[in-house]
């Protein structure tokens, strides 16, 4: 079986790449894939997340096992198969944990055909991969970094709540 996956760049403009592997390759071989579809280095650390239809972040499968006794399972333990089981399965990507690259990855297809090439195949590409990693949305606080932090600011980030008790006199120490 030939999956198509769909991994998409967490970005306000439109990114993405179609890639195809083999049910019976591994994560591994699909992170090759997509290193190669946006030209990244592969020099970083990066995970798979499992994911359901809303996106929700579950269970990590790393590049590589962080455990002294190297028991984690990777992403060479997993095959396609097991963990995309069908059409409309989801995972999240993550390469490079200072910069954030997140990728969202679906697929879109599966199809009983005969592998004519090496599997990943790069079998379509829209959009221009950006040079720098996007900037992530900040969902507690958006404040433009140019800008500094005034009092009108702090309460508007939920700060005026605070039980302070301004009658203290730094005499009184």
């Known amino acids: 079986m030939i999956y198509k996956i769909r991994v998409i760049l967490d970005t306000k403009e439109d990114v993405f790449r179609d890639i195809e592997v083999r049910d019976k390759q591994t994560l591994f071989t699909l992170y090759k894939g997509i290193m190669s579809a946006f030209s990244l280095q592969g020099e970083e650390l990066a995970s798979f997340y499992e994911s359901d239809e809303g996106w929700t972040q579950g269970r990590e499968i790393p590049l590589e096992s962080m455990d002294e006794s190297n028991e984690d399972n990777t992403m060479a333990d997993y095959h396609i198969y097991e963990v995309l089981p069908e059409v409309g399965s989801r995972m999240i990507f993550v ?62 980030a939920g700060f005026d709540d605070l039980d302070i008790d301004s009658d203290i006199d730094i005499e009184d120490f």
């Not at 944990?97 to 199809?111: H, K, P, R």
């Not at 433009?144 to 009108?152: A, G, I, N, Q, S």
């Open 95 to 156: 390469y490079d944990y200072l910069d954030m690259w997140t990728f969202s990855v679906e697929v879109i297809s599966i199809e009983d055909k005969k592998a004519v090439l090496n599997y990943p195949l790069t079998v379509y590409r829209f959009g221009a991969m950006p040079l720098k990693a996007p900037k992530r949305n900040n969902d507690i606080i958006n404040l433009d970094e140019d800008e500094p932090l005034t009092l009108d600011d702090d309460a508007e």
